[in-house]
T-cell receptor, first 112, second 115 residues
């Protein structure tokens, strides 16, 4: 119930392509879905987040798509660049709760 | 502005030795504090979290303990390290969500190698 399942584990895309990372959850009480980006040797950093009252949110080249009925959400990176190579984590939380539940992470490589 | 400090950045310790990792937060009061461990190429494993001084919740039974002696200080300890304690340790903080974007702010991590 508390799990967030993330796929794929790793992803290799050519520069300019659109990598897509998917996450699924079971707990319908989740009402906040952030994505984190982690570069090697660094802590994760909040990238973009969405709440279930919207189906899509864009910030620059990053887009979250949210499907409430399917209990799925995904991250798309438009015009991907080698600098986007990092590990991406999805997460889910409940307003007022003490902690987020993280997916297992996706290691993304953008080849030049 | 809020900042989080975590040290040391890297640490090599022999098996059986003690451990103390420290994390401090600046610019906020009464934060929620978290310790995570990340094994190589793996996800984030929540070890401990704290909602106040002296209040510690343990997520995974193990060889580690945590303490919060001050509002913005969180310490991860072990009396005797095991090889399996090796990993990347991350401290994070958050404040209770009141709308808008919400998330953890992570420190820069400590790479612990037990030899």
């Amino acid at each position: 119930q508390q799990q967030v399942k993330q796929s794929p584990q790793s992803l290799i895309v050519q520069k300019g392509g659109i990598p897509i990372i998917n996450c699924a959850y079971e707990n319908t009480a989740f009402d906040y879905f952030p994505w984190y980006q982690q570069f090697p040797g660094k802590g994760p950093a909040l990238l973009i987040a969405i709440r279930p009252d919207v189906s899509e949110k864009k910030e620059g080249r990053f887009t979250i798509s949210f499907n409430k009925s399917a209990k799925q959400f995904s991250l798309h990176i438009m015009d991907s660049q080698p600098g986007d190579s990092a590990t991406y984590f999805c997460a889910a939380g409940i307003q007022g709760a003490q902690k987020l539940v993280f997916g297992q992470g996706t290691r993304l490589t953008i080849n030049p | 502005s809020q900042t989080i400090h975590q040290w040391p950045a890297t640490l090599v310790q022999p098996v059986g030795s003690p451990l103390s990792l420290e994390c401090t937060v600046e610019g906020t009061s009464n934060p929620n504090l978290y310790w995570y461990r990340q094994a190589a190429g793996r996800g984030l494993q929540l070890l401990f979290y704290s909602v106040g001084i002296g209040q510690i919740s343990s997520e995974v039974p193990q060889n580690l303990s945590a303490s919060r002696p001050q509002d913005r200080q969180f310490i991860l300890s072990s009396k005797k390290l095991l090889l399996s304690d090796s990993g990347f340790y991350l401290c994070a903080w958050s404040v209770p969500w009141q709308g808008g974007d919400y998330g953890y702010t992570f420190g820069s991590g400590t790479r612990l190698t037990v030899v």
